[in-house]
C-alpha cells in the first residue's frame, strides 16, 4: 500500500484550529460590541427624550409667562390712559386725537391692520348722559349720545359702570368683566363660508370719575376692545418655529385666556367665550348637564371650575392660577386629545379684581403626541445611525473572517494575542472609552486590523468631538441670541417709553399727569419696584416729595410728610444734590457710607438696593429721581441705572417746559387781559388784510358784536367785516405810511363817531410787517365840548338879550301908559284906531321881552314827584278845541300798566310839551295827524350816556310825530337855538325854552324825519329819577 494523505493532516488541523481561535473570538468582540452599542443607544436616546422634553416644557412655561406679562402690560397701559384723561378736561377733539393715536396691530392672513385700542372713548355728567363719545375713530352726534346710567341703554344692554364708578373716592378705578355678545358655532361657520373672519364683538370697560378740584363732574370711560386681547393668544402656536394665523382646535396646539372667575375669554373656538344673548341674557356655563341642543348649536360658552367633567385638571389650573402659580398639567380637550397644558396668572389688581390679585391666566397647550415628537425624531435617528454602524461593523467581522480564512496558513500561535488585545479594546470602546487604541505594530493583516480598529477609534473619537463643539456652539449661540434679544427688547420698551412721555407731553402739560406716567414707565418699562422724585424748593434749601408710585398708601403718606433739609442733613438723598453725581447702592446692609439717617429712611422704605440720579435743568440740579428693586432677585444692571437717567432727563425736560409754559400763559392772560379792557380800540392786521386781533373798545367803536371779536385764533378778513372806515384806514396806512389823524368823523350805521387815529406798521419795511392801528373815541369829548360852546354862546346871547329887554322894558312900559291915556281923550275915532294898533303892538313887544326875560332867567321851582301821563293829557285837552279847528286828527298812544312817574318840575315840563305841541299844530296848516306816544326805553342817543346818569337808570321817551312839511337837516342844528324860526311872527324862543326845560331835568332832544311820510318827529328823553335833594335836581 502506497501513502496517503491523511483525511485531517496537520494543515486542516491548523487550519481549522486557527480559524477557531479567530473566529471564535472576532464573534466574541461582535456580540460584546453588539450589546455594547445597543446600550449605548437606548441610553443616549432616553437623556436626549429627557432633555427634549425637558426644554419643551420650559418652553411652552415661557410661553405662556410671555403672554400673560403682555397682558399685563395692555391691561396697566390702558389703566394709565384712563388716569391720562381723569387729569385733562373733556373736550370732544381732544379725545377724538387720543383715540386715534392708541391702536394695536392685528395680524391676519396676507396682511396686518391697525385696529384701534378703545371701541369706545366717552365722557358722561354726573346725571348719567354721555356728553362725548368717539367710536369707530368719529365723534359720536348728540342726538346718538346714551343715558349710560341705565343698563338698558348701554350698547350691550345690561352694563353697569355707570353707577360702579361714578361714586369712586380720588385715585379709584373700575373695571369691568368682559361683556360682549355670544357667538355660536353656527355663526362662525356662516363667516368662513363668506370668507370673512369671525370675531367676538365685546369690550372691558374701564372707567373713573372725573374730578374738578373736590368735586366729581363726571365719569370717563375706555372700552378695551376684545381683539387686541384675543390677538395675544390668537398665534401662539407651541410646536410650531413661527406663529400661524389660525391655530387649530383639533390639533389641541392652542392657547386661550380665561378670568379670575374661571370663564375663558380668549380662545381659538369663540363660542367658548362667554357673552350675552341679544336679549340681554348671559348664556349658561358648558356643564355636565347642558342640553345636546346647545352642544349642537355651540351656545356652550366655557368655564374651567365648570369643567371638571371633561378632565379634573382644569379647575385644578384654576385654582393654581388664582394662587398665583405657573406650572403645567395634562388635560384633555372637548374634542377628546390629550394635551400637556402650560398656565400662568395674569397679574393685576385694579377695579374689582383685587380679591386674588389677578386679572386671569394663560394657558399653553401642546398635544401630546406631537409634544414628544422631537424625542420620537431624536430615537428614530440614533437607531438609524446605529443600524449603519452594526451593518458597517457585520462587514467589518466579515472581511475579518474571510481574511483570516485566507491567511490563516501564515497565522501562528502569536495571532491569538493581537486578537486577545484587539478584543479587549473593542470592549472598551463599546464600554464608551472612545481613547483606547491598540499598542502593536504588524506588517501583516493583523497589524493592519490592528491600524484600521485604531482609525476607526480615531474616527469615532472625532465626530463625538465635533459633536460635543458643534453642541457647544449652538448652546453659545443659543445664549448669546437670547441675551441680544433681551438687551434689544429692553432698548425697544426704553424707546417706546420715551416715545410715550414725549407723546403725552404733546397732549398735556400738565406736570403732575406727566411726572406720574414717568414714575410709572420705571417701574412697568426698565423693572423698578419703586420710583419716587423730589424737587428743591424755591429757596434750594430742601427737598420736598413730589410723587411716587409703587409704595403703599402707608409709605407714600411717610414721603409726603419728608423735607430734608440740603444744608444740615447728611443723607444718600442730600448727597445726591451736593455732589451731583448718581448714587447706586447694590445692597445697603454693606453700604460703608451709610449715615444714621439713611438706616432710618431705608427702615421706612424697607429697601435694600436702590439708586439715585440727579434732575438737571440749565446745568443746575433741581431734584432727584429715585427706584429700587424690592422683590425681584436680579440686581440692577447698569443698562438700568442708565436708562433711568434718560428718564430723568425726560423729568427735567417736563418740568422745564410746563415752567415755561406756566409763565406763558401768566405772561399771555396779562397782556391778553391788558388788551381786551383797554378803553382804547386796538387793531392788528397782517399783511394779507387779515385783522388778527380787535380788542373790546375797538369793538364798540365799529359796532361790531362780541361774537366777531377777532384773535390770532380766529383771524377775520376786512371784506368780510363790512367796516369800510377800518378798511379805509388800512388803505391808506398802506399807501401813505405811518400817519395820525385827529377827530375823524366815523358815520356808521346812523351814528356819528369822532375818532383820534394812530396807524403804523410793527417793523420800519412795511412790506409783509403787520399793521397797527390805535383808536380812540373821542365823541363824548367832542359833544361836551361842543354842547359847552353852545351853551356859552347861548348864555352870552341870553345875557345880551336879557340886558336889551330889560332896558327896553321900562320904556315901553312908560310909553303905553302915556298912549293909553291918550287914546282915552282922543274922541276921532281913525287916531283912536291908530292908538289901539300901536298898544297891541307895544303889549306885543312887552311879551317879547317878558320871554326873553324868561329864557335867560328861568324862574326857578321844586321837583315833585307827578305823573308824566296826567301832564300830557292836560295839555292835549287844552289843545283839543285847536286840534279840530285846525283838522288835525290826534293818536294817543300811552303805557297801559305802568304809570310814569317820576320827579319833575311840573309846570315848567307843561310849558315845554305846550311848545312842542303848538309848533306841530301850527306846521300843519291844511290839517293832518299828530301821533304822541309815552313809553318807557332802555336805549337812548349817545350823547345822552355819560352825563352823570346811574348805572341802569330808567329813560321815559316821548314821541310827538307830525305829518308836516318836515325839517330841513341842515336846519336841525337850529332850532333850538333863540331868536331862530321859520314862522312869521314867531319869536324863535319856544323851542330854545324847551330845550333848556328838557336839559334841566337831564333830558335831550332827538329830532328826525318821519318814516313813510312827509313831517318831522321830535323825541324827548327824560331820566326817571327818585327823590333828592332841591340843590341836586337844579343841577
Same mark, same amino acid.
Given at each position: 500500500?502506497?501513502?496517503?494523505?491523511?483525511?485531517?493532516?496537520?494543515?486542516?488541523?491548523?487550519?481549522?484550529?486557527?480559524?477557531?481561535?479567530?473566529?471564535?473570538?472576532?464573534?466574541?468582540?461582535?456580540?460584546?460590541?453588539?450589546?455594547?452599542?445597543?446600550?449605548?443607544?437606548?441610553?443616549?436616546?432616553?437623556?436626549?427624550?429627557?432633555?427634549?422634553?425637558?426644554?419643551?416644557?420650559?418652553?411652552?412655561?415661557?410661553?405662556?409667562?410671555?403672554?400673560?406679562?403682555?397682558?399685563?402690560?395692555?391691561?396697566?397701559?390702558?389703566?394709565?390712559?384712563?388716569?391720562?384723561?381723569?387729569?385733562?378736561?373733556?373736550?370732544?377733539?381732544?379725545?377724538?386725537?387720543?383715540?386715534?393715536?392708541?391702536?394695536?396691530?392685528?395680524?391676519?392672513?396676507?396682511?396686518?391692520?391697525?385696529?384701534? @385700542?378703545?371701541?369706545?372713548?366717552?365722557?358722561?355728567?354726573?346725571?348719567?348722559?354721555?356728553?362725548?363719545?368717539?367710536?369707530?375713530?368719529?365723534?359720536?352726534?348728540?342726538?346718538?349720545?346714551?343715558?349710560?346710567?341705565?343698563?338698558?341703554?348701554?350698547?350691550?344692554?345690561?352694563?353697569?359702570?355707570?353707577?360702579?364708578?361714578?361714586?369712586?373716592?380720588?385715585?379709584?378705578?373700575?373695571?369691568?368683566?368682559?361683556?360682549?355678545?355670544?357667538?355660536?358655532?353656527?355663526?362662525?361657520?356662516?363667516?368662513?363660508?363668506?370668507?370673512?373672519?369671525?370675531?367676538?364683538?365685546?369690550?372691558?370697560?374701564?372707567?373713573?370719575?372725573?374730578?374738578?378740584?373736590?368735586?366729581?363732574?363726571?365719569?370717563?370711560?375706555?372700552?378695551?376692545?376684545?381683539?387686541?386681547?384675543?390677538?395675544?393668544?390668537?398665534?401662539?402656536?407651541?410646536?410650531?418655529?413661527?406663529?400661524?394665523?389660525?391655530?387649530?382646535?383639533?390639533?389641541?396646539?392652542?392657547?386661550?385666556?380665561?378670568?379670575?372667575?374661571?370663564?375663558?375669554?380668549?380662545?381659538?373656538?369663540?363660542?367658548?367665550?362667554?357673552?350675552?344673548?341679544?336679549?340681554?341674557?348671559?348664556?349658561?356655563?358648558?356643564?355636565?348637564?347642558? +342640553?345636546?341642543?346647545?352642544?349642537?348649536?355651540?351656545?356652550?360658552?366655557?368655564?374651567?371650575?365648570?369643567?371638571?367633567?371633561?378632565?379634573?385638571?382644569?379647575?385644578?389650573?384654576?385654582?393654581?392660577?388664582?394662587?398665583?402659580?405657573?406650572?403645567?398639567?395634562?388635560?384633555?380637550?372637548?374634542?377628546?386629545?390629550?394635551?400637556?397644558?402650560?398656565?400662568?396668572?395674569?397679574?393685576?389688581?385694579?377695579?374689582?379684581?383685587?380679591?386674588?390679585?389677578?386679572?386671569?391666566?394663560?394657558?399653553?397647550?401642546?398635544?401630546?403626541?406631537?409634544?414628544?415628537?422631537?424625542?420620537?425624531?431624536?430615537?428614530?435617528?440614533?437607531?438609524?445611525?446605529?443600524?449603519?454602524?452594526?451593518?458597517?461593523?457585520?462587514?467589518?467581522?466579515?472581511?475579518?473572517?474571510?481574511?483570516?480564512?485566507?491567511?490563516?496558513?501564515?497565522? +501562528?500561535?502569536?495571532?491569538?494575542?493581537?486578537?486577545?488585545?484587539?478584543?479587549?479594546?473593542?470592549?472598551?470602546?463599546?464600554?464608551?472609552?472612545?481613547?483606547?487604541?491598540?499598542?502593536?505594530?504588524?506588517?501583516?493583516?493583523?497589524?493592519?486590523?490592528?491600524?484600521?480598529?485604531?482609525?476607526?477609534?480615531?474616527?469615532?473619537?472625532?465626530?463625538?468631538?465635533?459633536?460635543?463643539?458643534?453642541?457647544?456652539?449652538?448652546?453659545?449661540?443659543?445664549?448669546?441670541?437670547?441675551?441680544?434679544?433681551?438687551?434689544?427688547?429692553?432698548?425697544?420698551?426704553?424707546?417706546?417709553?420715551?416715545?410715550?412721555?414725549?407723546?403725552?407731553?404733546?397732549?398735556?402739560?400738565?406736570?403732575?399727569?406727566?411726572?406720574?406716567?414717568?414714575?410709572?414707565?420705571?417701574?412697568?418699562?426698565?423693572?423698578?419696584?419703586?420710583?419716587?422724585?423730589?424737587?428743591?424748593?424755591?429757596?434750594?434749601?430742601?427737598?420736598?416729595?413730589?410723587?411716587?408710585?409703587?409704595?403703599?398708601?402707608?409709605?407714600?403718606?411717610?414721603?409726603?410728610?419728608?423735607?430734608?433739609?440740603?444744608?444740615?442733613?447728611?443723607?444718600?438723598?442730600?448727597?445726591?444734590?451736593?455732589?451731583?453725581?448718581?448714587?447706586?447702592?447694590?445692597?445697603?446692609?454693606?453700604?460703608?457710607?451709610?449715615?444714621?439717617?439713611?438706616?432710618?429712611?431705608?427702615?421706612?422704605?424697607?429697601?435694600? +438696593?436702590?439708586?439715585?440720579?440727579? @434732575?438737571?435743568?440749565?446745568?443746575?440740579?433741581?431734584?432727584?429721581?429715585?427706584?429700587?428693586?424690592?422683590?425681584?432677585?436680579?440686581?440692577?444692571?447698569?443698562?438700568?441705572?442708565?436708562?433711568?437717567?434718560?428718564?430723568?432727563?425726560?423729568?427735567?425736560?417736563?418740568?422745564?417746559?410746563?415752567?415755561?409754559?406756566?409763565?406763558?400763559?401768566?405772561?399771555?392772560?396779562?397782556?391778553?387781559?391788558?388788551?381786551?379792557?383797554?378803553?382804547?380800540?386796538?387793531?392788528?392786521?397782517?399783511?394779507?388784510?387779515?385783522?388778527?386781533?380787535?380788542?373790546?373798545?375797538?369793538?364798540?367803536?365799529?359796532?361790531?358784536?362780541?361774537?366777531?371779536?377777532?384773535?390770532?385764533?380766529?383771524?377775520?378778513?376786512?371784506?368780510?367785516?363790512?367796516?369800510?372806515?377800518?378798511?379805509?384806514?388800512?388803505?391808506?396806512?398802506?399807501?401813505?405810511?405811518?400817519?395820525?389823524?385827529?377827530?375823524?368823523?366815523?358815520?356808521?350805521?346812523?351814528?356819528?363817531?369822532?375818532?383820534?387815529?394812530?396807524?403804523?406798521?410793527?417793523?420800519?419795511?412795511?412790506?409783509?410787517?403787520?399793521?397797527?392801528?390805535?383808536?380812540?373815541?373821542?365823541?363824548?369829548?367832542?359833544?361836551?365840548?361842543?354842547?359847552?360852546?353852545?351853551?356859552?354862546?347861548?348864555?352870552?346871547?341870553?345875557?345880551?338879550?336879557?340886558?336889551?329887554?330889560?332896558?327896553?322894558?321900562?320904556?315901553?312900559?312908560?310909553?303905553?301908559?302915556?298912549?293909553?291915556?291918550?287914546?282915552?281923550?282922543?274922541?276921532?275915532?281913525?287916531?283912536?284906531?291908530? @292908538?289901539?294898533?300901536?298898544?297891541?303892538?307895544?303889549?306885543?313887544?312887552?311879551?317879547?321881552?317878558?320871554?326873553?326875560?324868561?329864557?335867560?332867567?328861568?324862574?326857578?321851582?321844586?321837583?315833585?314827584?307827578?305823573?308824566?301821563?296826567?301832564?300830557?293829557?292836560?295839555?292835549?285837552?287844552?289843545?283839543?278845541?285847536?286840534?279840530?279847528?285846525?283838522?288835525?286828527?290826534?293818536?294817543?298812544?300811552?303805557?297801559?300798566?305802568?304809570?310814569?312817574?317820576?320827579?319833575?318840575?311840573?309846570?315848567?315840563?307843561?310849558?315845554?310839551?305846550?311848545?312842542?305841541?303848538?309848533?306841530?299844530?301850527?306846521?300843519?296848516?291844511?290839517?293832518?295827524?299828530?301821533?304822541?306816544?309815552?313809553?318807557?326805553?332802555?336805549?337812548?342817543?349817545?350823547?345822552?350816556?355819560?352825563?352823570?346818569?346811574?348805572?341802569?337808570?330808567?329813560?321815559?321817551?316821548?314821541?310827538?310825530?307830525?305829518?308836516?312839511?318836515?325839517?330841513?337837516?341842515?336846519?336841525?342844528?337850529?332850532?333850538?337855538?333863540?331868536?331862530?324860526?321859520?314862522?312869521?311872527?314867531?319869536?324863535?324862543?319856544? @323851542?330854545?325854552?324847551?330845550?333848556?326845560?328838557?336839559?334841566?331835568?337831564?333830558?335831550?332832544?332827538?329830532?328826525?324825519?318821519?318814516?313813510?311820510?312827509?313831517?318831522?318827529?321830535?323825541?324827548?328823553?327824560?331820566?326817571?329819577?327818585?327823590?333828592?335833594?332841591?340843590?341836586?335836581?337844579?343841577?
Amino acid at each position: 500500500m502506497g501513502w496517503r494523505k491523511p483525511r485531517f493532516g496537520i494543515f486542516e488541523r491548523v487550519l481549522l484550529s486557527a480559524m477557531l481561535v479567530t473566529i471564535i473570538p472576532i464573534a466574541v468582540v461582535g456580540y460584546f460590541a453588539f450589546g455594547a452599542f445597543r446600550d449605548i443607544g437606548v441610553e443616549v436616546g432616553q437623556k436626549t427624550t429627557d432633555a427634549l422634553n425637558e426644554r419643551t416644557i420650559h418652553t411652552l412655561e415661557r410661553q405662556a409667562f410671555d403672554a400673560a406679562r403682555q397682558t399685563q402690560n395692555l391691561l396697566t397701559a390702558v389703566e394709565n390712559d384712563l388716569r391720562y384723561l381723569s387729569h385733562i378736561s373733556p373736550d370732544p377733539h381732544h379725545y377724538l386725537t387720543f383715540a386715534q393715536s392708541r391702536s394695536g396691530v392685528i395680524w391676519s392672513p396676507g396682511r396686518n391692520w391697525l385696529l384701534p @385700542l378703545y371701541k369706545e372713548v366717552a365722557f358722561s355728567g354726573m346725571d348719567g348722559v354721555e356728553k362725548i363719545r368717539i367710536s369707530e375713530g368719529e365723534i359720536v352726534p348728540g342726538k346718538a349720545l346714551r343715558t349710560v346710567s341705565d343698563p338698558a341703554a348701554t350698547r350691550y344692554g345690561v352694563e353697569a359702570y355707570f353707577s360702579a364708578s361714578r361714586d369712586l373716592p380720588f385715585g379709584e378705578i373700575f373695571v369691568s368683566r368682559l361683556t360682549g355678545f355670544h357667538v355660536n358655532e353656527a355663526a362662525v361657520r356662516e363667516f368662513f363660508e363668506e370668507d370673512h373672519q369671525p370675531f367676538y364683538d365685546g369690550v372691558i370697560r374701564f372707567a373713573a370719575p372725573l374730578w374738578e378740584g373736590q368735586r366729581r363732574v363726571g365719569v370717563v370711560t375706555l372700552a378695551l376692545d376684545h381683539r387686541h386681547l384675543q390677538e395675544i393668544t390668537a398665534h401662539i402656536a407651541p410646536l410650531e418655529r413661527d406663529p400661524v394665523a389660525y391655530p387649530s382646535y383639533a390639533s389641541g396646539n392652542y392657547a386661550f385666556m380665561f378670568d379670575d372667575e374661571g370663564w375663558i375669554i380668549t380662545h381659538p373656538k369663540i363660542w367658548d367665550i362667554r357673552g350675552l344673548t341679544r336679549d340681554g341674557r348671559w348664556v349658561a356655563a358648558y356643564t355636565e348637564n347642558s +342640553s345636546a341642543e346647545k352642544i349642537e348649536s355651540g351656545a356652550i360658552p366655557f368655564n374651567l371650575d365648570s369643567a371638571g367633567f371633561i378632565h379634573p385638571n382644569y379647575p385644578e389650573v384654576a385654582r393654581r392660577v388664582r394662587s398665583g402659580e405657573t406650572g403645567t398639567v395634562i388635560t384633555q380637550n372637548v374634542g377628546g386629545t390629550n394635551k400637556i397644558m402650560a398656565f400662568s396668572p395674569i397679574r393685576f389688581d385694579r377695579g374689582g379684581y383685587g380679591k386674588y390679585g389677578i386679572f386671569g391666566g394663560i394657558t399653553v397647550g401642546a398635544e401630546v403626541q406631537g409634544f414628544y415628537q422631537p424625542a420620537h425624531f431624536v430615537q428614530r435617528e440614533n437607531a438609524v445611525v446605529f443600524s449603519r454602524f452594526r451593518i458597517e461593523f457585520v462587514w467589518l467581522l466579515g472581511l475579518s473572517v474571510l481574511f483570516t480564512v485566507l491567511m490563516v496558513w501564515l497565522v +501562528s500561535r502569536q495571532l491569538a494575542a493581537p486578537i486577545i488585545s484587539i478584543t479587549r479594546g473593542a470592549r472598551e470602546i463599546a464600554r464608551g472609552d472612545l481613547d483606547k487604541r491598540i499598542e502593536f505594530v504588524r506588517q501583516d493583516e493583523i497589524g493592519e486590523l490592528a491600524a484600521s480598529f485604531n482609525r476607526m477609534s480615531d474616527q469615532l473619537a472625532r465626530n463625538r468631538n465635533r459633536l460635543l463643539a458643534s453642541i457647544e456652539e449652538l448652546r453659545h449661540a443659543r445664549d448669546e441670541s437670547r441675551e441680544y434679544a433681551g438687551e434689544l427688547e429692553y432698548q425697544v420698551n426704553l424707546l417706546t417709553t420715551i416715545q410715550r412721555i414725549s407723546n403725552a407731553l404733546g397732549t398735556t402739560l400738565n406736570h403732575k399727569t406727566l411726572i406720574r406716567q414717568v414714575l410709572s414707565e420705571s417701574v412697568n418699562s426698565i423693572g423698578f419696584d419703586r420710583a419716587i422724585l423730589y424737587l428743591l424748593n424755591d429757596e434750594k434749601t430742601h427737598l420736598e416729595y413730589i410723587d411716587s408710585y409703587g409704595f403703599t398708601p402707608e409709605m407714600e403718606e411717610r414721603a409726603q410728610r419728608s423735607r430734608l433739609d440740603v444744608r444740615q442733613y447728611d443723607c444718600i438723598e442730600t448727597r445726591v444734590v451736593k455732589s451731583e453725581k448718581i448714587v447706586f447702592v447694590e445692597n445697603f446692609d454693606t453700604y460703608p457710607e451709610a449715615t444714621e439717617l439713611d438706616r432710618k429712611i431705608r427702615r421706612f422704605s424697607d429697601t435694600k +438696593s436702590f439708586v439715585f440720579v440727579p @434732575l438737571r435743568m440749565r446745568e443746575k440740579v433741581i431734584g432727584i429721581l429715585g427706584a429700587d428693586r424690592q422683590q425681584v432677585t436680579f440686581p440692577i444692571s447698569e443698562n438700568d441705572i442708565n436708562s433711568l437717567q434718560i428718564l430723568a432727563n425726560q423729568v427735567s425736560r417736563v418740568i422745564e417746559i410746563t415752567r415755561l409754559y406756566a409763565d406763558l400763559l401768566n405772561q399771555r392772560a396779562f397782556m391778553a387781559d391788558v388788551f381786551k379792557y383797554m378803553r382804547i380800540g386796538l387793531v392788528t392786521i397782517d399783511s394779507s388784510g387779515r385783522v388778527i386781533n380787535i380788542n373790546r373798545a375797538a369793538c364798540r367803536i365799529f359796532n361790531l358784536e362780541e361774537a366777531e371779536e377777532a384773535s390770532p385764533e380766529r383771524a377775520i378778513f376786512l371784506d368780510e367785516m363790512d367796516r369800510p372806515f377800518l378798511k379805509q384806514i388800512h388803505e391808506k396806512l398802506c399807501h401813505s405810511g405811518p400817519y395820525s389823524e385827529y377827530n375823524a368823523m366815523l358815520d356808521e350805521g346812523g351814528e356819528q363817531r369822532y375818532l383820534n387815529i394812530n396807524a403804523s406798521f410793527t417793523r420800519e419795511e412795511a412790506e409783509g410787517s403787520e399793521a397797527i392801528l390805535i383808536i380812540e373815541d373821542v365823541t363824548e369829548n367832542k359833544v361836551v365840548e361842543d354842547q359847552i360852546s353852545h351853551l356859552e354862546k347861548l348864555a352870552s346871547l341870553g345875557r345880551f338879550a336879557a340886558s336889551i329887554a330889560h332896558e327896553i322894558r321900562n320904556p315901553l312900559t312908560g310909553i303905553s301908559l302915556f298912549m293909553d291915556d291918550l287914546h282915552d281923550r282922543i274922541s276921532d275915532a281913525g287916531v283912536a284906531e291908530l @292908538l289901539q294898533k300901536s298898544l297891541s303892538e307895544i303889549e306885543r313887544l312887552e311879551k317879547l321881552t317878558h320871554e326873553i326875560l324868561v329864557y335867560a332867567h328861568p324862574t326857578p321851582g321844586d321837583f315833585s314827584p307827578a305823573d308824566l301821563t296826567h301832564v300830557l293829557m292836560e295839555v292835549l285837552s287844552f289843545l283839543r278845541p285847536q286840534l279840530a279847528a285846525s283838522g288835525i286828527e290826534l293818536v294817543l298812544r300811552l303805557p297801559e300798566e305802568h304809570p310814569c312817574e317820576f320827579l319833575f318840575h311840573r309846570d315848567r315840563m307843561r310849558q315845554a310839551l305846550l311848545n312842542i305841541a303848538i309848533n306841530a299844530i301850527e306846521v300843519m296848516k291844511d290839517g293832518g295827524r299828530l301821533t304822541v306816544r309815552l313809553e318807557k326805553v332802555s336805549r337812548i342817543p349817545r350823547f345822552l350816556k355819560k352825563k352823570g346818569q346811574k348805572q341802569g337808570e330808567e329813560w321815559i321817551s316821548l314821541r310827538f310825530e307830525d305829518t308836516g312839511p318836515g325839517i330841513e337837516a341842515a336846519e336841525r342844528g337850529k332850532i333850538f337855538e333863540p331868536f331862530y324860526t321859520r314862522k312869521s311872527g314867531g319869536t324863535g324862543l319856544g @323851542l330854545a325854552t324847551t330845550y333848556n326845560i328838557i336839559s334841566e331835568h337831564g333830558g335831550g332832544i332827538v329830532v328826525e324825519d318821519a318814516r313813510g311820510h312827509s313831517g318831522a318827529v321830535f323825541i324827548l328823553y327824560l331820566p326817571v329819577r327818585e327823590a333828592q335833594s332841591k340843590s341836586a335836581q337844579i343841577r
